[in-house]
């Protein structure tokens, strides 16, 4: 009766209608669509009633508390643990049998089971403007939710994300811990060094986290923003402006530099002409630069958010049909996936981007993230949903892949996704990075999972349950929930 959420490769045909897993789960989800009128239950009940936060134990659970440096480490994978949560904390955790599960609590059978930290999306995007449709806030914070993931970065703030924060933490609302970036800091933001102060001066005074860098800012904006920013006690990251270059920023204190932004600057081979084509550039970039880039950004510690999945699409020759096949794409509107259609459609149009060009693109990221990886360069996790093809929360799953084919292990990319955002929190935000982590006393944001993720990756969706700041939500919750959103656009495309 359910849609699964695992992800399938592409299926070659289109999109067919509502169900997305074709004629098979096409009656079952009209049919919850009728039972769902017939009984009256608003369709998203699952997204809007926030679970109250629960007493809970996991009992013989697996436990992947990710505090250990590596995978071969003892204490990587800790066996027959019981972990216990209590009014949105960790509480305790040991060997099943010497930890006290207290009365009352709701006793959930880790047998054969991993526990590991929710995970985070550091470049997520919640909906746009000052007033997007409440539902749409909700379909998305609960995609994040349902993909395990307990932590999002907002990369792109609007005054009423301050106040989604707060009902966010407060349990008002049904979603993962938000940080909130401020609005973006740009060429027509911050076009001259007064703008830039003004700019800084008033975001920090909102209460935003940090600030979110775009192309195009002039270096004495920079440099003003940078002397303000520190004054003013905020940090920044986003993208590499052109005419402040990545040694600079860099040099100034980026705290997060995404979408590898700046590598392709720094790294170009001198003997390239203006008119050099795309591919060749791409293919032809500076090995010697490449490696000295990266120690520089490992003896800076610049963490960076690649998003490869994303960027495939942004200068990829792709084709639509089978990318809008995906299961995901049952879950966001008929007007985002006719948008992603055009912008990959525009792609195909222009004469620069060309099936050699999308190839020499993707292996010169892959090489980019391969090297920075390897020297030591700090990783978080991370998409830029819902951009180009990117459905919220699903996005990481398909980001997962690359990041393993560009050299992390299994648990490096976990980590990525889990310890190392509790260390930014803590040490670029300022705030308490008290969650990436399975320890008592920890934030209660949990992962369960059906296996191994260490053994297979993909084990990390269609979870078991999630626990969001101490609140449970099962499987079939979480399935319910998804059902919900995939009945209305699919009533929306017929
Ligand atoms: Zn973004």
């Known amino acids: 009766m359910f849609v699964h959420v695992r992800l399938p490769s592409p299926r070659p045909t289109s999109r067919a209608a509502a169900g997305s897993h074709g004629v098979r789960c096409r009656f079952p989800v009209l049919l919850l669509a009728m039972v769902l009128l017939l009984v009256g239950t608003p369709a998203h009940a699952q997204l809007h009633d926030v679970p109250d936060r629960a007493t809970l134990a996991f009992e013989n659970v697996n436990v992947l508390p990710m505090t250990a440096a590596d995978e071969g480490d003892a204490g990587a994978v800790l066996p027959a643990q019981t972990v216990v949560v209590s009014d949105g904390r960790i509480v305790a955790m040991g060997p099943s049998g010497q930890v006290d599960v207290p009365d009352g609590a709701l006793r959930v059978d880790g047998s054969g089971r991993f526990l590991l930290p929710g995970l985070a999306e550091i470049h997520a995007h919640v909906p746009p403007g000052q007033d997007p449709p409440r539902e749409l806030v909700e379909e998305y914070l609960f995609l994040y939710l349902a993909n395990g993931i307990t932590t999002i970065r907002g990369m792109l703030g609007a005054p009423y994300q301050l106040e989604l924060r707060e009902e966010l933490r407060r349990g008002e609302v049904l979603g993962p811990r938000f940080y909130v970036g401020a609005p973006s800091v740009n060429a027509n933001t911050a076009p001259t060094p007064e703008a830039a102060e003004a700019l800084v001066r008033a975001h920090a005074e909102a209460g935003y986290d940090f600030l979110k860098i775009h192309p195009g ?11 303000v920013a520190r ?94 096949a995906l299961p995901e794409f049952q879950y966001i ?79 490096e990319v976990l980590v990525s996704g889990t310890r190392a955002v509790g260390e930014y929190v803590a040490s670029s935000l300022g705030q308490p990075g008290d969650f990436g982590t399975v320890q008592a ?38 399935r319910a929930g998804l059902d919900s959103i995939a009945v209305k656009y699919g009533d929306e495309g017929r």
């Not at 800012?217 to 002397?227: I, L, N, Y």
């Not at 993909?458 to 979480?478: C, K, N, S, Y």
């Open 217 to 227: 800012v002039p270096r004495d904006s920079w440099d003003r923003m940078v002397e």
């Open 231 to 324: 004054e003013v006690g905020i940090t920044w990251a986003g993208h590499i402006p052109a005419d402040v270059g990545i040694d600079h920023a860099v040099a100034t204190g980026m705290a997060t530099i995404d979408h590898l932004d700046g590598f392709l600057q720094a790294t170009r081979r001198d003997d390239l002409s203006e008119d050099t084509p795309r591919e060749e550039v791409f293919a032809a970039t500076d090995p010697a630069k490449l490696e000295a880039l990266v120690e520089r950004l490992a003896r800076a510690g610049v963490w960076q958010v690649p998003t490869q999945y994303l960027w495939n699409h942004l200068n990829g020759y792709v084709d639509a049909d089978s990318l809008l």
């Open 333 to 411: 509107s008929e007007g985002q996936r006719m948008g992603y259609r055009n912008q990959a459609e525009q792609r195909r149009r222009n004469p620069e981007i060309t099936p050699a060009s999308d190839a020499a693109h993707r292996a010169m990221r892959q090489d980019f993230l391969r090297a920075a990886h390897s020297a030591g360069v700090p990783i978080l996790m991370g998409t830029d949903s819902p951009q180009l093809f990117n459905v919220p929360g699903f996005a990481l799953h398909r980001e997962i892949p690359l990041m393993l084919d560009a050299g992390m292990s299994p648990y």
């Open 441 to 478: 006393g920890q934030r209660a944001d949990l992962l369960l999972v059906d296996g191994n993720p260490l053994e297979d990756m993909a084990r990390l969706q269609d979870p078991v349950g999630v626990v969001a700041d101490g609140r449970w939500l099962t499987r079939e919750a979480i």
